[in-house]
């Protein structure tokens, strides 16, 4: 009896992408796509992150930061917009203001400056995800007002809890 064997091929994980600035650097950096960023030197000017920055524990930073993730072990100066998560670690020193939707300080971090907890926001492609629909369908959605949404310079932004109550309300179509 004779068997057909198909060669099976092993499909090799997705390459993380992660960049690391050990030296002295100084300008703006901003990413399109997400990598994982971790500074451990000194960086003097703006960031604009997608995906984690970590700012290690003996880095000092003075920019004002906006990123999903962000883990802060070492000492920035500057105003903080992390879109998903700001973890402050023991040792990490921020002097300037923060707005997050989830906040971690531990203990033995140093907070100088307010903090504006924001509401939970989806961009189009986590509404997508969360609510199985195509990313045109939702954008479609928001022109036409059909779906809570904000547009601000970022695009569109949705209220969860919001989407919560439309999905439930029985409008999704």
Same mark, same amino acid.
């Given at each position: 009896m004779a068997f057909n064997r198909k060669e099976v091929k092993e499909v090799p994980p997705p390459v993380e992408k992660v960049i690391e600035i050990s030296a002295g650097m100084? #300008?703006?950096l901003a990413f399109a796509d997400p990598v994982n960023l971790k500074i451990t030197g000194k960086f003097t000017g703006k960031l604009d &992150?997608? #995906?984690t920055l970590t700012i290690g524990q003996t880095a000092i930073v003075e920019a004002n930061i906006q990123g999903e993730n962000i883990i802060i072990a070492g000492k920035v100066k500057g105003n903080v917009n992390a879109r998903k998560m700001l973890v402050l670690m023991p040792g990490a020193v921020l002097i300037g203001d923060i707005s997050t939707p989830k906040l971690n300080i531990v203990e033995g971090a140093i907070l100088q400056g307010r903090c504006q907890m924001l509401e939970d926001f989806l961009n189009v492609e986590?509404? +997508?995800q969360y609510l199985e629909i195509e990313k045109a369908a939702i954008e479609d959605l928001a022109e036409t007002g059909k779906i809570p949404a904000i547009k601000d310079e970022h695009g569109w932004r949705f209220e969860r809890a919001k989407i919560d109550?439309?999905? &439930? +309300? #029985?409008?999704?179509k």
């Open positions: 100084e #300008g703006h &992150t997608k #995906g986590d509404l +997508s109550q439309w999905a &439930t +309300s #029985g409008r999704v």
